[in-house]
């Protein structure tokens, strides 16, 4: 006797995607466990998710380019599809009522379009991160030849576990801008501003950090804070990190 196939479910009517941040203690929260909350997080605010088919349904939600674990983030994105068409204002104000604190709804646009209409997927709109790293417990004038060190080299290899194994890689290839910036009365403490491009194997700040300190003996202290302020389309004219949901 035939295996009785799977209900097909209706194509989403509508999508929306998400920008969210994650903040204190959250930061240490793993893609895995995020993807728990959001779901539990959509059910418990209603949201009316569209599903896909097969055996076992899943609700449409696509995640891209999520920050490494430990790293805070002001631009973490993800798209869901919906099976009726509702305000993003409402999704937001749901989904911020239902997440825990430091892990923040920042925006919620509609990016639907018409059938047949050809669309830029979100994971191809996310090209580079712009990144702070810091603060280093070094003087800025330290840190300033440490960073034009680095920038001088063409190549700078660092090795780092994978699921694959430990792998080796080029980590100054990826390095788009690397600056050492000096604290204020507000924020004391020099700091590294830092554009990556997104590659394969990605490159990962803590990469550059690793590379920079074995390159030129820099110590940076204990466990500088990792912060992704900017994730999207690069702009290859100035290096520039754009925003996904512009135009």
């Known amino acids: 006797m035939s295996r009785q196939q799977p209900e097909q479910q209706a194509p989403p009517v509508q999508r929306l995607r998400i920008r969210y941040a994650k903040r204190g203690r959250l930061r240490f929260t793993s893609h895995r466990d995020f993807s728990r909350a959001f779901e539990r997080a959509v059910f418990r605010a209603r949201v009316p998710m569209a599903y896909s088919s097969g055996f076992n349904p899943h609700p449409r939600i696509s995640y891209a380019g999520a920050a490494p674990t430990g790293s805070a983030s002001e631009a973490e994105y993800l798209e869901i599809g919906l099976a009726q068409v509702v305000d993003p204002a409402d999704v937001h104000a749901q989904l911020e009522e239902a997440l825990p604190d ?18 830029t997927g979100l994971a191809d709109l996310l090209q580079a991160s712009r990144w702070v790293i810091g603060p280093l417990a070094v003087p800025a004038g330290v840190a300033q030849e440490c ?29 788009l801008r690397l600056a050492a910036v000096p604290g204020d009365g507000d924020t004391p403490g020099v700091r590294l501003d830092l554009v990556l491009r997104h590659t394969v194997p990605a490159v990962r700040p803590d ?29 290859e004219d100035t290096g520039e990190v754009g925003d996904p949901f512009a135009g």
């Open 102 to 119: 430091g892990l923040d709804v920042l925006q919620v646009v509609d990016a639907t379009v018409p059938l047949g209409t050809p669309s």
């Open 147 to 175: 960073v034009a060190a680095f920038l001088a080299e063409e190549s700078v290899v660092v090795e780092r576990m994978t699921k694959k194994g430990l792998r080796e890689f080029d980590c100054r290839a990826a390095v």
């Open 207 to 235: 990469d550059v950090l690793t590379g920079i300190s074995r390159l030129t003996d820099l110590d940076p202290g204990p466990a500088p804070l990792l912060t992704r302020t900017q994730q999207g389309p690069l702009d």
